[in-house]
């Protein structure tokens, strides 16, 4: 069997054609999991599980539907939909993680985190993370009135490089840095690290202890999907066209 993994999908009503390539992967490849991993970013933003529209809705129920089935489906907040709640878990049947988290992965052992922590020379953005994810912060985002969440998810997104056209200067300053992904490994005694958030798709190798471990990341879906499947004795890291619809 195999396990799959995403990130950044960033989905919005306005994205048809990602919606569409997410339902046909829960409908499809992710039913012939054995588990399915989404490591943050899934929808463009999320300011509380009480914003009910009719696209949330479609899906949570698709990702219940997935669940239903049998699959396990475990989440990891992203930057852009860290205020997915307890109420959304509930109808999903999807599992929220604390992040880092660190699984057995077929035999490995493996830290899987969203990756925004990891990109430490953007100084500015990791000051406001530590700020907007403080515990009581977030206990009273989720209460306050929509307009001003709303108004909190456009300041989320002026934050983040999001899929806007980088200079080679910003993709490196943006990116994940080499001491801070050893310092994780170190510290969780990982022997693979699997993140997104870059949406620099590609396979590293980091020398942690004297041994060679490797890094996954994941890719967004802006232009394509990016899924990672991974199986006892290999992985792939692949794209697919998106659904025009």
């Known amino acids: 069997m195999t396990t799959r993994f995403i990130s950044d999908l960033h989905l919005s009503a306005e994205r048809p054609d990602i919606t569409g390539l997410f339902i046909n992967f829960l409908q499809t490849e992710a039913r012939q999991s054995d588990v399915v991993y989404i490591l943050g970013d899934l929808l463009e933003y999320w300011i509380g599980d009480d914003d009910d529209t009719l696209f949330h809705r479609q899906i949570q129920i698709e990702l219940k539907a997935l669940t239903d089935s049998g699959i396990p489906c475990y989440f990891i907040h992203g930057n852009r939909d860290f205020l997915i709640g307890k109420q959304f878990a509930e109808k999903t049947g999807v599992e929220i993680l604390p992040e880092p988290s660190v699984i057995d992965l077929y035999g490995r052992r493996t830290v899987i985190l969203h990756g925004d922590t990891l990109c430490t ?118 794209s697919q066209p998106l659904v025009q619809r």
């Open 121 to 238: 020379d953007d100084v500015s953005y990791q000051r406001f993370r530590k700020v907007i994810r403080h515990p009581w912060l977030l206990a009273l985002a989720r209460n306050l009135p929509l307009s001003w969440r709303r108004w909190l998810a456009i300041k989320l997104r002026d934050n983040s490089s999001g899929n806007k056209q980088l200079s080679a200067e910003q993709l490196t300053k943006y990116d994940a840095k080499d001491d801070a992904v050893i310092a994780l490994m170190k510290e969780t005694s990982a022997d693979l690290m699997i993140h997104g958030h870059t949406h620099q798709p590609a396979i590293h190798s980091h020398t942690v202890n004297g041994i060679e471990k490797t890094r996954i990341v994941l890719g967004d879906w802006y232009e394509q999907g990016s899924i990672l499947e991974i199986s006892a004795g290999d992985f792939e890291l692949k």
